[in-house]
């Protein structure tokens, strides 16, 4: 029902607040303790406010968003079954593939011999993105990566995650900025 993680990237901590039911996520950057950036998103759109300029998300980024439960260890929930039942599974010299689409975007999965992902792409729209997974830990009962290396094709993020909760209360008030 949410998750709640904290992680880094290029010196940014990242907290991410995610409210599974109620189909929004907040994201929080600070640098060097001081908030330079937050991201917040629901049902009826969203906005970033970076470094004192507060913008609406746009289509694009909307439409990147709406498909989020599709990739990494939140598209392997049981609502998503209908979806992996269409794909198309192939053995790879690792482990497996698992190939499908929703609404005509393009979804792959990698898993390892022992069924853990160990990576995902995706292509909505123009946007396309890679992720490779490592560093599986398990919280509350749900084997979770805590390194994420994610790449458009143009520039590399590596995301290293310190802690995620989850199913408890999200601490944040959804507040506008």
Excluded: C
């Amino acid at each position: 029902r949410t998750y709640t993680v904290d992680a880094e990237f290029n010196s940014i901590k990242l907290r991410s607040y995610n409210d599974l039911v109620g189909n929004r996520f907040r994201n929080e950057m600070f640098h060097q303790g001081k908030l330079i950036a937050v991201e917040q998103i629901g049902p009826d759109g969203g906005w970033l406010w970076n470094n004192g300029k507060k913008t609406i998300s746009d289509k694009d980024r909307m439409q990147v968003v709406k498909y989020n439960d599709y990739i990494g260890v939140l598209g392997l929930q049981q609502q998503n079954n209908a979806a992996f039942a269409r794909g198309i599974v192939k053995a790879t010299k690792e482990g497996y593939s698992v190939e499908f689409k929703i609404d005509g975007h393009e979804f792959v999965y990698l898993l390892d011999r022992n069924y853990n992902i160990v990576g995902d792409s995706y292509q909505i729209g123009k946007n396309k993105q890679i992720n490779s997974y490592s560093n599986n830990r398990t919280v509350d009962g749900i084997k979770m990566p805590f390194r994420t290396i994610t790449s458009d094709g143009k520039s590399k993020v590596t995301l290293n995650y310190q802690q995620i909760e989850i199913n408890k209360p999200l601490p944040t008030s959804w507040k506008e900025l």
